[in-house]
């Protein structure tokens, strides 16, 4: 089934300043009712008003403040405000589902930017009745303005108006089911919201590749579009775009067959639309809800959904979805044989499908695209013969100058020659000096790379001693089977370390962050080894807070006091680890951490336990650590991890990953298996990196229940 995309364009002269800060609700209506204020200031605190608290969620409400604006606007006579008004009205209007209504105030918007000279406000309205033309099924004229936002864009450099326009056409694109044309438009506008940072506008054009990959079958790749897309609008809070989100998730899984995904997600999305007053969000969940009972058979339950987002449909006259929803209506009236009304769902279907592929629209499209060509074309090559002159102007300047100037550089130049000749005779005596000085570098670089080239090998050889230490990977595939282990020192040889010791009725696994990297690290990493292997395998302990109280008196042991002849060396070393440690005695899983928690993913939600506030080694004030006990549930997935992946500084900022954007990564790749998660961990690491430096190793341990 065609999917369908719900975009409104938030194009307000005061966008960037609304969703770019918070503001206080009663502030600005403090600002708005204070008739000492200049009127701009007045006029700007109502427009924050509506768009941070009415617009999208209580859009009814937002209409009569809107009034408002526009009224005092106009009473002042602020063609700039007016303006601004009228936008939003517009906007508010096409989410209320009076599409008609709408294209009377961007005609209006239009006007009056045209008339003050604005014509970025003249390409964003182009650009939102393109929108609603699109809805309308009027595909031809979508193109036509969408064309016109494209060209004002460009000439003014409007980056980010172009990827608007770009991303808009691609979407007509697909429902011509021109799948190859809308993808191209699509990557053209992410790489322009990328270099923007617009998030929201990556959130969204991530949306549409998704679409694409789920209209062409390709269901796996469009899931992950679509996870993206969503932890985006997680991130910056989006509850309209989380919505949309949610519907495509559900006829995602609606393709898939999981229909009880389905209806999740469709509900979760339908509840949302419905809150926020979005006629267009409640039609196309009802719609997807219709198809998923559809294809579980329960036809009574798909009319009804259908037929109400029937009569939405054609309220707000969006044709694409009168057609979708028809085809559904007829299948259902079909299969319990009520043949009229089925009838009569099949020739409203077929007249919409008609209407949308009509010859007209067609031509429309690939007249707009040669158009535009041509007109880029043309601009090329008057600019190409505008350089063109320049260059032979120049020409000719360059030649009065170097008839000018040659006289003066042949003077010039056999003063050089004099002066070159004297330091000539200079040069060859110091050549003699540094040649000997040369020949006692070279001598000592000799040594240092030798030096060099022994401390390598000695390091390389300790990577092999200490991989020999670490559980090896059979073993870890023997005891388990479903796991992972993600282990990328920053340096040859490393601190952080992953361990595994096999009880008669239980296994004990952890992961540790030893102080330092590199050498140090590694030196530490050997002594804390050795002192949980004692504890274990010597003293008896079992439970992991008992392991790690024993452990840390090991580990004060091996860095305490020495003897140097007769004399005691005080030794307050404080070096150490962090670690989380767990055992597995059937579903029965007891933990115990020092700084490092224990993350458990049960049906993509994290179950975090946190970690005793000390490390492994001298510390003031040390307590006996806690163990804490979890009953696992078939699917639970557990991560250990080091601190090494959140630190990681990368992406376009420069930053550190952090652990939000860690979880929200986790839980996107539940449904993989550990060998692909590993797989994808690697590969968001090395992404997010970049060519910046790896700070600090990692190490991280998963295994599925």
């Given at each position: 089934m065609k999917k369908f995309f719900y975009i409104i364009c938030l194009c307000a002269l005061f966008s960037n300043d609304v969703y770019g800060?918070?503001?206080?609700?009663?502030?600005?209506?403090?600002?708005?009712?204070?008739?000492?204020?200049?009127?701009?200031?007045?006029?700007?605190?109502?427009?924050?008003?509506?768009?941070?608290?009415?617009?999208?969620v209580k859009t009814d409400s937002a209409m009569h403040f809107l009034q408002i604006q526009y009224d005092y606007a106009q009473k002042v006579n602020s063609l700039k405000f007016k303006g601004v008004a009228s936008n939003s009205m517009g906007i508010a209007s096409s989410i209320l589902g009076d599409n008609n209504k709408a294209i009377e105030y961007f005609e209006e918007t239009m006007a009056i930017d045209y008339k003050i000279g604005d014509i970025k406000g003249v390409s964003a309205s182009f650009n939102n009745l393109g929108i609603i033309y699109k809805e309308q099924g009027r595909y031809s004229e979508a193109i036509d303005v969408y064309g016109k936002s494209l060209d004002l864009a460009d000439s003014i450099g409007d980056k980010q108006g172009v990827g608007s326009a770009l991303n808009n056409m691609g979407i007509v694109y697909e429902l011509m089911r021109d799948s190859e044309n809308a993808l191209k438009n699509y990557k053209k506008t992410l790489i322009i919201r990328r270099e923007e940072g617009d998030n929201e506008g990556i959130s969204s054009c991530l949306n549409n590749i998704g679409i694409v990959y789920q209209n062409r079958k390709d269901l796996?790749?469009?899931?992950?579009?679509?996870?993206?897309?969503y932890s985006y609008k997680d991130t910056i809070n989006d509850l309209s775009g989380i919505s949309v989100s949610y519907n495509n998730f559900g006829t995602l899984y609606r393709d898939m067959g999981q229909y009880d995904k389905a209806l999740y997600y469709l509900k979760k999305g339908h509840d949302i639309k419905l809150a926020i007053g979005d006629k267009k969000g409640v039609l196309m969940s009802l719609n997807g809800m219709g198809s998923v009972y559809y294809y579980l058979g329960n036809y009574k339950k798909s009319i009804e959904l259908s037929s109400e987002a029937l009569e939405?449909?054609?309220?707000?006259?969006?044709?694409?979805?009168?057609?979708?929803?028809?085809?559904i209506l007829y299948r259902s009236q079909k299969a319990i044989g009520n043949n009229g009304p089925a009838l009569e769902m099949f020739e409203l279907y077929i007249s919409m499908r008609d209407s949308l592929n009509s010859t007209q629209n067609q031509k429309a499209l690939i007249q707009r695209e040669m158009q535009f060509e041509y007109e880029k074309e043309k601009v090329i090559i008057e600019k190409e013969n505008?350089?063109?002159?320049?260059?032979?102007?120049?020409?000719?300047?360059?030649?009065?100058?170097?008839?000018?100037?040659?006289?003066?550089?042949?003077?010039?130049?056999?003063?050089?020659?004099?002066?070159?000749?004297?330091?000539?005779?200079?040069?060859?005596?110091?050549?003699?000096?540094?040649?000997?000085?040369?020949?006692?570098?070279?001598?000592?670089?000799?040594?240092?790379?030798e030096k060099n080239q022994e401390i390598t090998d000695s390091i390389t050889y300790a990577k092999r001693i200490q991989s020999a230490i670490l559980p090896s990977d059979d073993l870890i595939k023997e005891l388990m089977p479903s796991?992972?282990?993600?282990?990328?020192?920053?340096?040859?040889?490393?601190?952080?370390?992953?361990?595994?010791?096999?009880?008669?009725?239980?296994?004990?696994?952890?992961?540790?962050?030893?102080?330092?990297?590199?050498?140090?690290?590694?030196m530490v990493s050997v002594v804390s080894i050795n002192a949980l292997n004692r504890s274990v395998r010597e003293l008896g302990k079992k439970e992991p807070g008992e392991i790690l109280d024993q452990t840390r008196k090991i580990v004060i042991q091996e860095f305490g006091n020495r003897a140097?002849?007769?004399?005691?060396?005080?030794?307050?070393?404080?070096?150490?680890?962090?670690?989380?440690?767990?055992?597995?005695?059937?579903?029965?899983?007891?933990?115990?951490?020092?700084?490092?928690?224990l993350w458990i993913i049960r049906n993509n939600e994290i179950l975090e336990f946190k970690a005793d506030r000390q490390a492994i080694g001298l510390i003031d004030n040390p307590k006996a650590f806690k163990?804490?006990?979890?009953?696992?549930?078939?699917?639970?997935?557990?991560y250990l991890f080091s601190d090494g992946f959140a630190d990681q500084f990368g992406g376009e900022r420069g930053k550190k990953y952090k652990y939000k954007p860690f979880k929200n990564f986790l839980i996107s790749l539940q449904e993989y298996s550990m060998k692909e998660q590993k797989e994808l961990l690697l590969e968001e690491f090395v992404k997010w990196r970049g060519n910046l430096e790896q700070v600090d190793d990692v190490c991280m341990m998963g295994i599925r229940f």
């Amino acid at each position: 089934m065609k999917k369908f995309f719900y975009i409104i364009c938030l194009c307000a002269l005061f966008s960037n300043d609304v969703y770019g800060q918070k503001y206080d609700k009663d502030s600005l209506w403090g600002v708005w009712q204070n008739d000492s204020e200049e009127d701009t200031t007045r006029l700007r605190a109502l427009n924050h008003y509506v768009w941070n608290f009415y617009l999208f969620v209580k859009t009814d409400s937002a209409m009569h403040f809107l009034q408002i604006q526009y009224d005092y606007a106009q009473k002042v006579n602020s063609l700039k405000f007016k303006g601004v008004a009228s936008n939003s009205m517009g906007i508010a209007s096409s989410i209320l589902g009076d599409n008609n209504k709408a294209i009377e105030y961007f005609e209006e918007t239009m006007a009056i930017d045209y008339k003050i000279g604005d014509i970025k406000g003249v390409s964003a309205s182009f650009n939102n009745l393109g929108i609603i033309y699109k809805e309308q099924g009027r595909y031809s004229e979508a193109i036509d303005v969408y064309g016109k936002s494209l060209d004002l864009a460009d000439s003014i450099g409007d980056k980010q108006g172009v990827g608007s326009a770009l991303n808009n056409m691609g979407i007509v694109y697909e429902l011509m089911r021109d799948s190859e044309n809308a993808l191209k438009n699509y990557k053209k506008t992410l790489i322009i919201r990328r270099e923007e940072g617009d998030n929201e506008g990556i959130s969204s054009c991530l949306n549409n590749i998704g679409i694409v990959y789920q209209n062409r079958k390709d269901l796996k790749t469009a899931l992950k579009y679509y996870k993206e897309s969503y932890s985006y609008k997680d991130t910056i809070n989006d509850l309209s775009g989380i919505s949309v989100s949610y519907n495509n998730f559900g006829t995602l899984y609606r393709d898939m067959g999981q229909y009880d995904k389905a209806l999740y997600y469709l509900k979760k999305g339908h509840d949302i639309k419905l809150a926020i007053g979005d006629k267009k969000g409640v039609l196309m969940s009802l719609n997807g809800m219709g198809s998923v009972y559809y294809y579980l058979g329960n036809y009574k339950k798909s009319i009804e959904l259908s037929s109400e987002a029937l009569e939405i449909a054609k309220e707000i006259k969006v044709l694409e979805l009168i057609k979708d929803v028809s085809r559904i209506l007829y299948r259902s009236q079909k299969a319990i044989g009520n043949n009229g009304p089925a009838l009569e769902m099949f020739e409203l279907y077929i007249s919409m499908r008609d209407s949308l592929n009509s010859t007209q629209n067609q031509k429309a499209l690939i007249q707009r695209e040669m158009q535009f060509e041509y007109e880029k074309e043309k601009v090329i090559i008057e600019k190409e013969n505008e350089r063109k002159r320049a260059i032979a102007e120049k020409e000719k300047e360059k030649e009065k100058v170097f008839k000018y100037s040659l006289g003066i550089v042949l003077f010039l130049v056999v003063l050089f020659l004099i002066f070159i000749f004297n330091r000539l005779k200079i040069t060859r005596q110091k050549n003699s000096i540094i040649e000997e000085q040369k020949g006692e570098v070279d001598k000592a670089f000799s040594i240092l790379e030798e030096k060099n080239q022994e401390i390598t090998d000695s390091i390389t050889y300790a990577k092999r001693i200490q991989s020999a230490i670490l559980p090896s990977d059979d073993l870890i595939k023997e005891l388990m089977p479903s796991s992972f282990v993600f282990y990328k020192p920053k340096d040859i040889i490393a601190g952080d370390f992953y361990w595994l010791e096999p009880l008669d009725d239980s296994l004990l696994f952890a992961v540790a962050d030893c102080t330092g990297h590199g050498v140090p690290g590694a030196m530490v990493s050997v002594v804390s080894i050795n002192a949980l292997n004692r504890s274990v395998r010597e003293l008896g302990k079992k439970e992991p807070g008992e392991i790690l109280d024993q452990t840390r008196k090991i580990v004060i042991q091996e860095f305490g006091n020495r003897a140097q002849g007769d004399q005691i060396i005080k030794n307050e070393v404080k070096d150490g680890m962090d670690i989380a440690l767990c055992r597995l005695k059937g579903n029965t899983l007891t933990y115990a951490g020092a700084y490092n928690p224990l993350w458990i993913i049960r049906n993509n939600e994290i179950l975090e336990f946190k970690a005793d506030r000390q490390a492994i080694g001298l510390i003031d004030n040390p307590k006996a650590f806690k163990t804490v006990t979890v009953e696992l549930e078939k699917g639970d997935t557990i991560y250990l991890f080091s601190d090494g992946f959140a630190d990681q500084f990368g992406g376009e900022r420069g930053k550190k990953y952090k652990y939000k954007p860690f979880k929200n990564f986790l839980i996107s790749l539940q449904e993989y298996s550990m060998k692909e998660q590993k797989e994808l961990l690697l590969e968001e690491f090395v992404k997010w990196r970049g060519n910046l430096e790896q700070v600090d190793d990692v190490c991280m341990m998963g295994i599925r229940f």
